[in-house]
């Protein structure tokens, strides 16, 4: 017998041996109708969890027994969720692909710096839904320490709001209330580590020694040195090194990120349970999307850079195949700021439906600070495929700081040093670059190497707040257009577009963390500033530059959501003979759009023979300026223009 069919076999005959026994236990619960109904999905996934749960655990010898308990968690919290929630389980099974819908618009906020607090969030929903929001990320609500605590990513508690923010009945009524208004909650899920000052780390401090066993732990150095010959630090500055020492229990703690981060130990088949329960509690509270924090670190071996590691791929796989059972409305966002290449390895149905496109972000700035479409082309037209059940999150920026994550192969086959430029873009939109219209602030900076991340609003890196010191209409223009070309490539090259509340207002880098000991030091607050509302009570006076922003992003987002071509639709890059111009098609059915967008501060022009070349026939719309087009004629591209070129079906491929 071969080992996938001894798999097989001993699925079956697990969940035929626990079945019985779950359902004495918990039929009575429950509808006779509903229960078979959930038991035709774990049927359709057990298997799959069962695979991968035996890769991780297998060898164990009380494998079964936690094998038990898995099921047991997921049995449940389906009992504990909400009906309501139930059929939207239903809803998304009859349209599993309901994220690639070309009315999907997303925002991220933190919920204090935006409305103050869940309770008053409510009534900014209106304000979402006017921009045409359908997606909304609120950063981490969750208890986490007071001072040191990572802006909400070091978790106390997965079942505490952080009690300024308000309660967990509030988070699950602004869930409700979002998705009556058609906007789907998605929040962090913090899982490769928790805060020292959680629960089961208390626990541990005390010297409970099963609680110690959720973490990392070592009582000599010997295996974290042998660990950190070939891991490399997060934060440097901050401690070299991954490890703590924490003098209580005379113990070496793992410690990826911060010192008061505690990773979790996933070989403890004990801890992979104890959070999928946290998960699935999440998913009963209306969550429709979880992004998955820092999914590249959460196994360890020896030998190894601990990154990437085939074990992380199947705790993800493991939580997914548990979701499909439990929750199947929930979907998985992957966060991984890893090699492009890496990126893509979580991509998958059966893993992240969804993911960053951090090679994206970066990919545009670079083309604003040179002009040059070349790498964003060559590494796009390369990376942007995924699996036809996917979709990217796209993003110009978000809460965190911008990295040169392009990869040096790409900059290498055209003659770029990889180094070298990307010291160019850090000194560019950092603003020592002489010319640069770009105000960022450097993050992590490596005195040494020159190596550093950006910090900055879209609106300050794209030229506004130089602009307005200058009290430069000129360049005032030019800064509100890179803004709404950027901005306009995410609402059109396929995916997600997710949209940093307070750049579709213009809002500038906020200086004053620096006055704050907890945020001093660090830039990324820079671009984290509370939500002007006086700013965005401007946004319907088309003469005002916040209205002039929000109009545009408006104008752009309604037109995504008006043409079917944006809509489960592949992405096709195409050379558009100008190297200014970055190009692509979309097509659904029976229509196709010719995307064009101009990074360059100079109108452009693509020659009519090339347009004939693309398969432009005869005449077609731009429905962004709502200008008719002949393709016998050359075309000229204002400077920063995006173009969105609609044709009858004989007239544009």
Not at 536 to 541: F, G, P, V
Request: contains cysteine.
């Amino acid at each position: 017998m071969s080992k996938a069919d001894w798999l097989n076999r001993e699925s079956a005959l697990s969940l035929a041996r626990l079945l019985p026994r779950l359902e004495k236990r918990y039929l009575p619960r429950t509808d006779e109708a509903e229960w078979q109904a959930f038991l035709a999905r774990v049927n359709r996934h057990f298997p799959r969890l069962f695979l991968l749960l035996h890769r991780l655990y297998g060898q164990q010898y009380d494998f079964f027994y936690h094998l038990e308990g898995v099921l047991t968690t997921a049995i449940e919290m389906w009992l504990a969720r909400p009906d309501e929630l139930k059929a939207l389980d239903a809803a998304r099974e009859a349209d599993p692909l309901w994220f690639q819908s070309h009315r999907m618009v997303g925002a991220m906020c933190y919920v204090d710096l935006f409305a103050g607090d869940l309770e008053k969030f409510r009534a900014c929903i209106p304000y979402l839904s006017e921009l045409g929001i359908t997606y909304l990320h609120l950063m981490p609500v969750f208890k986490s320490p007071e001072g040191d605590n990572d802006g909400g990513y070091a978790v106390s508690s997965y079942r505490e709001v952080d009690p300024r923010l308000g309660t967990m009945d509030e988070l699950a009524l602004l869930a409700a209330e979002l998705r009556h208004h058609g906007i789907s909650l998605v929040l962090d899920f913090v899982f490769n580590h928790t805060s020292d000052e959680h629960t089961w780390a208390r626990k541990a401090l005390t010297g409970d020694t099963d609680h110690q066993a959720y973490y990392r732990m070592y009582s000599d150095r010997e295996l974290p040195d042998a660990f950190e010959k070939t891991i490399k630090a997060v934060f440097p500055d901050e401690h070299p090194g991954c490890f703590t020492y924490r003098n209580r229990i005379r113990k070496w703690v793992w410690t990826t990120f911060h010192n008061y981060q505690w990773d979790l130990n996933y070989e403890n088949p004990v801890v992979f349970n104890a959070m999928a329960e946290e998960m699935l509690l999440l998913a009963n509270q209306g969550v429709e999307v979880l992004r998955l924090d820092a999914v590249a670190f959460l196994w360890k071996r020896v030998g190894t850079s601990c990154e990437n590691l085939p074990e992380a791929h199947w705790i993800i796989q493991a939580f997914n195949a548990l979701v499909q059972i439990v929750a199947p409305a929930l979907v998985f966002k992957s966060e991984a700021i890893v090699h492009p290449d890496e990126v893509m390895k979580y991509i998958d149905e059966h893993e992240c439906p969804l993911s960053y496109n951090p090679q994206l972000m970066a990919l545009l700035w670079n083309a604003l600070a040179t002009r040059d479409v070349s790498l964003l082309r060559q590494a796009i037209a390369r990376r942007f495929d995924i699996p036809p059940g996917c979709a990217w999150i796209n993003y110009i920026r978000c809460h965190d700081d911008i990295g040169w994550v392009f990869s040096d192969d790409d900059t290498l086959e055209l003659n770029i040093n990889p180094q070298d430029h990307r010291r160019f873009l850090s000194a560019f939109y950092s603003g020592s670059f002489k010319g640069s219209f770009a105000r960022g602030l450097p993050f992590q900076e490596d005195p040494v190497t020159g190596d550093m991340r950006i910090s900055g609003t879209t609106a300050s890196l794209t030229g506004l707040e130089v602009a307005l010191e200058q009290d430069d209409q000129e360049k005032t223009d030019l800064a509100i257009s890179r803004i709404l070309l950027l901005h306009g490539v995410l609402m059109t090259i396929g995916g997600i577009p997710l949209v940093y509340l307070g750049d579709e207002i213009g809002m500038l880098n906020d200086y004053s963390y620096g006055n704050n000991a907890e945020k001093e030091g660090d830039t990324r607050w820079a671009h984290r500033p509370a939500f002007d509302w006086e700013r965005a009570s401007l946004r319907r006076d088309q003469n005002s530059i916040p209205g002039r922003i929000f109009r545009g992003l408006q104008r752009l987002i309604q037109i995504r959501q008006q043409t079917l071509a944006f809509t489960r639709a592949e992405t096709e890059i195409i050379d558009s003979g100008n190297d200014q111009i970055f190009g692509y098609f979309r097509q659904h059915e029976d229509q196709s759009v010719l995307v064009l967008a101009n990074f360059s501060e100079h109108e452009q022009i693509i020659a009519a023979k090339r347009l004939r070349l693309l398969g432009l026939r005869k005449t077609f719309t731009d429905i962004v300026a709502g200008k008719t087009i002949t393709a016998t004629q050359q075309l000229v591209v204002e400077p920063y223009q995006l173009m969105v070129l609609l044709g009858s079906p004989s007239g544009l491929r």
